[in-house]
Nanobody, 131 residues
Framework: QVQLVESGGGSVQAGGSLRLSCAAS????????MGWFRQVPGKAREGVAS???????????SYADSVKGRFTISQDNAKTTVALQMNSLKPEDTATYYC?????????????????????RGQGTQVTVSS
């Protein structure tokens, strides 16, 4: 059984920081992309950040333009847990954040999260940024 267990999130004032974490288990593929997308009711899903191990063995990351320079995605050595460090948070970052995973180990991964083309997602964690 595949599980993506998220932790972190919460409420913070603008300019503050939060850290999200996602632990994956039971995924049957050895190569995969993990990351985060966020959603606000009534708005389109947005891919936030993704990470996968490229053919060189190095991690490849992608970010939405809206979070570049503020958010950092990282992965543990076992590549089963990803973290999203969110700094300089803005009210427009308020959303439910979901961890996701799929088998696409290319830079298209982030786009696929946004389009809903992921194999599994977590239960979601709320991030609220007040002005």
């Amino acid at each position: 059984q595949v599980q993506l267990v998220e932790s972190g999130g919460g409420s913070v004032q603008a300019g503050g920081s939060l850290r999200l974490s996602c632990a994956a288990s039971g995924y049957p593929y050895s190569k995969y992309c993990m990351g985060w997308f966020r959603q606000v009711p009534g708005k389109a899903r947005e891919g936030v950040a993704s990470i996968y191990t490229g053919y060189t063995g190095l991690a490849r990351t992608s970010y939405a333009d809206s979070v570049k320079g503020r958010f950092t995605i990282s992965q543990d050595n076992a590549k089963t847990t990803v973290a999203l460090q969110m700094n300089s948070l803005k009210p427009e970052d308020t959303a439910t954040y979901y961890c996701a995973i799929n088998r696409v180990t290319t830079d298209r991964c982030l786009w696929m999260f946004a389009s809903g083309a992921f194999d599994y997602r977590g239960q979601g964690t709320q991030v609220t940024v007040s002005s």
